[in-house]
């Protein structure tokens, strides 16, 4: 069965700091997702990763980077945390033609 | 850009009643289209999944139907019970691609 582990189910930080939520998938998939998901909406996609050292951005860039510098590790930053960064983020990974599969969220409270 | 529309985006049904929740995507590469269920509080997961080869999928109380010429696809759920209340999403994937609709928010009301 996947496995998507995020490091941190919730996480109270304050603004202006640079914060970092890290996900790990153990199937080896080549794809990895990072998703923000406000109360009400959808899944809006920050930025994926289709292999390693490599980056798209999605939907929603803007403040925010990633890093993939192994295959099973996809971390997002917040370079400097501001208060409307607030929100429920979703890592996921995928390979094709399969389901994504998700991790259990990081709940984020920025100050 | 491809996309996925989903309709309704809330629902509300009687306890035992069906209910239907539609997709529309674009891209006609896509030959995947799994539907997850996301409880409040927690990640979504795979309830169902069909792909391009099939027309239609059944796992008890609910199926899936898919009309390639359209590129729609609609998730069916029969005798819902309250814990069938949940938001769905929709997603339409090809071999690169991978898009979620914009959600389903559904209440089954006791």
């Known amino acids: 069965d996947v496995k998507v582990t995020q490091s941190s189910r919730y996480l109270v930080k304050r603004t202006g700091e640079k914060v970092f939520l890290e996900c790990v998938q153990d199937?080896?998939?080549?794809?990895m997702f990072w998703y923000r998901q406000d109360p009400g909406l959808g899944l809006r996609l920050i930025y994926f990763?289709?292999?390693?050292?490599?980056?798209e951005k999605g939907d929603i860039p803007e403040g925010y980077s990633v890093s993939r510098e192994k295959k099973e590790r996809f971390s997002l930053i917040l370079e400097s945390a501001s208060t409307n960064q607030t929100s429920m983020y979703l890592c996921?990974?995928?390979?094709?033609?399969?389901?994504?599969?998700f991790g259990d969220g990081t709940r984020l409270s920025i100050l | 850009g491809e996309n996925v529309e989903q309709h309704p985006s809330t629902l509300s049904v009687q306890e035992g009643d069906s209910a239907v929740i539609k997709c529309t995507y674009s891209?006609?590469?896509?030959?995947?289209f799994p539907w997850y269920k996301q409880e409040l509080g927690k990640r979504p997961q795979l309830i169902i999944d069909?792909?391009?080869?099939?027309g239609e999928k059944k796992d008890q109380r609910i199926a899936v139907t898919l009309n390639k010429t359209a590129k729609h696809f609609s998730l069916h759920i029969t005798e819902t019970q309250p814990e069938d209340s949940a938001v769905y999403f929709c997603?339409?994937?090809?071999?690169?691609?991978?898009?979620f609709g914009t959600g389903t928010r559904l209440k089954v009301l006791a």
């Open positions: 990763s289709y292999d390693v050292k490599m980056k």
């Open positions: 891209d006609s590469a896509s030959n995947y």
């Open positions: 997603a339409a994937s090809g071999t690169y691609k991978y898009i």
């Open positions: 069909i792909r391009s080869n099939v």
């Open positions: 996921a990974s995928w390979t094709g033609n399969q389901p994504q599969h």
């Open positions: 199937m080896d998939h080549e794809n």
